[in-house]
């Protein structure tokens, strides 16, 4: 089959069925990665009842978080690798199912050893989904579509986490099941994500008979990628040696951790503040504290897709200066959740702190494949999502042993504010 028409390096544009087939690929991976948070980011919902039933200390609740965080941190490293090598169709798809079996193992959990052996089983399970299908994404978009494309990408585990809230709160607010129906009902939308996209995607452009995208590799001009396969062109090892001794990579890597750290704080612990009995006695309003807690993936679900679209439109693909922008934002508005009461404002400012903490997500992945070309994308997220997760692990014990001494949840905001600042800090030498 003869390759069809793509974009030179003149700027013909793309083929009207290359472009269509390019919008399939990436509507399938948000598709797919919409439902994965169901199957990561309900356990802040079911924390209270865990404490309950099996009567765990907030600081104990945040080493069974840990265990996830840590499990996909190495699975990253792992998995990303995989994409590389496997493709990201396969991995991607494997994943949600594979999480979706992990989840019911820990809706029978009997107390904390089960729970965080199975939890933490399930974060390496999750790690199958998001680099193997950003490895796809890039086989498939050019350099200069990247900000938008990721931030598409993103936009979708926004809506994600959005649908992980209000799928949690279903179960627990209004079919007012136990909180092990959590890990039953949502997952199956996972499940059914995995499933539609292994039927719909296709892993490379000339699997379809297009020529690729010049997607200039590493950051450098050059002709488009005709290589049938990535695995053909460098074994494992020598991409984890090119992308770890990319020293603006690694950079990144660290001021991700940061970034995802802040963005854990609020994910795991904002329900808890919101379900607490200071909110709940707070709202004189109609509305559930519980459903005001949906603000923050809203936020973040918009600022991830406006925070790559103002990379590449109004920084010219400088995907540091968005990053510093967004996070030194999310430091003010994290802030002004812990001195703001209950209300409309602090409606408002919640979904703010979402929208600037997440957003540069967006920014971070697609720095991916500008700094190390699209044949070690995958090695490169999944590297750069070990660090993210990392770090996010290591917080998650340290927020809830100081909200077991302090009493008060509120305190979760300025510890994600400071590590706002910290990512910014970093963020500024990066420098591409």
């Not at 690729?212 to 050059?222: A, F, K």
Request: glycine content about 12%; proline content about 5%.
């Amino acid at each position: 089959m003869q390759p069809a028409t793509h974009t030179p390096a003149t700027g013909t544009p793309l083929d009207k069925a290359l472009r269509r087939a390019q919008w399939r690929m990436l509507l399938a991976a948000m598709f797919c990665y919409l439902f994965f948070y169901t199957g990561r980011q309900t356990f802040g919902f079911a924390i209270p009842g865990i404490q309950a039933e099996f009567g765990l200390s907030k600081q104990a609740l945040g080493w069974a978080s840990t265990a996830l965080l840590w499990c996909y941190a190495i699975g990253q490293a792992i998995n990303g690798n995989l994409g590389d090598k496997f493709g990201g169709r396969r991995v991607m798809a494997a994943g949600a199912v594979l999480s979706c079996a992990a989840n019911w193992v820990v809706s029978f959990s009997t107390g904390f050893k089960s729970l965080t052996i199975a939890w933490g089983v399930n974060g390496y399970f999750q790690a199958l989904g998001w680099a193997p299908g950003s490895r796809l994404l890039s086989n498939w978009w050019s350099a200069g579509e990247r900000g938008k494309v990721y931030g598409f990408y993103v936009f979708a585990a926004g809506c994600a986490s959005v649908l992980s809230f209000v799928t949690s709160i279903v179960v627990v607010n209004v079919l007012h099941l136990d909180w092990r129906w959590i890990f039953r009902l949502p997952v199956l939308l996972m499940l059914l994500g995995g499933i539609a996209f292994y039927l719909i995607a296709c892993e490379r452009p000339e699997d379809l008979g297009f020529a690729s995208p010049d997607t200039h590799e590493g950051g450098t001009q050059g002709p488009p990628r005709m290589q049938s396969s990535p695995q053909e062109q460098e074994g494992s090892w020598a991409r984890y040696q090119a992308v770890l001794r990319n020293p603006r990579l690694i950079i990144a890597a660290l001021s991700i951790g940061f970034q995802n750290a802040a963005r854990y704080g609020l994910i795991v612990w904002v329900p808890v503040h919101f379900l607490g009995r200071d909110w709940a006695k707070a709202s004189d309003g109609p509305l559930d504290p519980a459903w005001i807690s949906v603000a923050l993936p809203v936020g973040m679900a918009f600022g991830a897709l406006s925070n790559g679209w103002i990379s590449d439109k109004v920084f010219g693909s400088r995907r540091d200066k968005a990053i510093v922008l967004y996070m030194l934002l999310g430091a003010v508005a994290s802030a002004g959740m812990y001195v703001l009461p209950a209300g409309l404002a602090g409606l408002a400012m919640l979904f703010l702190a979402g929208f600037f903490v997440y957003g540069p997500a967006s920014s971070f992945w697609a720095l991916c494949p500008d700094l190390v070309g699209t044949r070690r994308a995958g090695t490169a997220t999944g590297v750069m999502n070990f660090f993210s997760y990392l770090f996010a692990g290591l917080g998650e014990p340290l927020i809830g042993r100081l909200l077991d001494q302090a009493g008060d949840t509120s305190l979760v905001f300025p510890v994600v504010a400071a590590s706002c600042l910290a990512s910014a800090g970093i963020a500024f030498f990066i420098r591409r």
